[in-house]
């Protein structure tokens, strides 16, 4: 919960919506034969988490949607609910048996497999809630943070006055 505490301080929900979801595991086996029933797929531990997802959202003032889906992998059922969404974020907190490299890497691949490829950004928020790492997913312009903008400047600050490259050409093309 410790993650969506975080998303709920950072999110203005006026403009952006927050989806908390989770995924009901369900076995292929008995997938397709038949509808799920209410009982199946909303089970006390959903209860349970829903319960302390609103009680957190209340405290922040905040409004979330809840979302139950089933799937019998996790990462594939987030990624693919992710996309028929339209969501632009996905936000994790750290997986207790999986390094964040090993959890972006199962997330990533799930949604390189999936077609068409989503563009989303994957977050996972550390436990200690300062640090997130990041990971894209599918197509994506280049993640640039303000550091990044500082170094860019100071290059351009440092180039600049040199004038153009002597081996600067411009192409045009048309069809």
Not at 29 to 43: K, P, R, T, Y
Not at 104 to 123: C, D, Q
């Given at each position: 919960?410790?993650?969506?505490?975080?998303?709920?301080?950072?999110?203005?929900?006026?403009?952006?919506?927050?989806?908390?979801?989770?995924?009901?595991?369900?076995?292929?086996?008995?997938?397709?034969?038949?509808?799920?029933?209410?009982?199946?797929?909303?089970?006390?531990?959903?209860?349970?988490?829903?319960?302390?997802?609103?009680?957190?959202a209340?405290?922040?003032?905040?409004?979330?949607?809840?979302?139950?889906?089933?799937?019998?992998?996790?990462?594939?059922?987030?990624?693919?609910?992710?996309?028929?969404?339209?969501?632009?974020?996905?936000?994790?907190?750290?997986?207790?048996?999986?390094?964040?490299?090993?959890?972006?890497?199962?997330?990533?691949?799930?949604?390189?497999?999936?077609?068409?490829?989503?563009?989303?950004?994957?977050?996972?928020?550390?436990?200690?809630?300062?640090?997130?790492?990041?990971?894209?997913l599918?197509?994506?312009?280049?993640?640039?943070?303000?550091?990044?903008?500082?170094?860019?400047?100071?290059?351009?600050?440092?180039?600049?006055?040199?004038?153009?490259?002597?081996?600067?050409?411009?192409?045009?093309?048309?069809?």
């Amino acid at each position: 919960m410790q993650h969506l505490g975080r998303i709920l301080d950072k999110t203005d929900t006026r403009k952006i919506d927050i989806v908390v979801l989770t995924v009901h595991r369900v076995t292929q086996a008995a997938s397709g034969e038949h509808g799920l029933d209410s009982s199946q797929l909303f089970s006390e531990g959903e209860t349970t988490v829903f319960s302390q997802v609103v009680t957190l959202a209340e405290k922040a003032g905040k409004h979330v949607e809840l979302m139950v889906v089933p799937g019998s992998d996790p990462y594939q059922a987030v990624v693919q609910t992710a996309a028929r969404l339209e969501s632009s974020r996905i936000v994790m907190g750290l997986s207790p048996q999986l390094t964040p490299s090993e959890q972006g890497a199962r997330v990533v691949t799930t949604g390189s497999n999936s077609e068409p490829r989503p563009s989303l950004s994957l977050e996972i928020i550390l436990e200690n809630q300062k640090d997130t790492v990041f990971f894209n997913l599918g197509p994506h312009p280049p993640r640039l943070w303000p550091e990044d903008l500082d170094l860019l400047h100071r290059l351009w600050l440092e180039l600049a006055p040199r004038g153009p490259a002597p081996s600067c050409t411009t192409a045009t093309l048309s069809a």
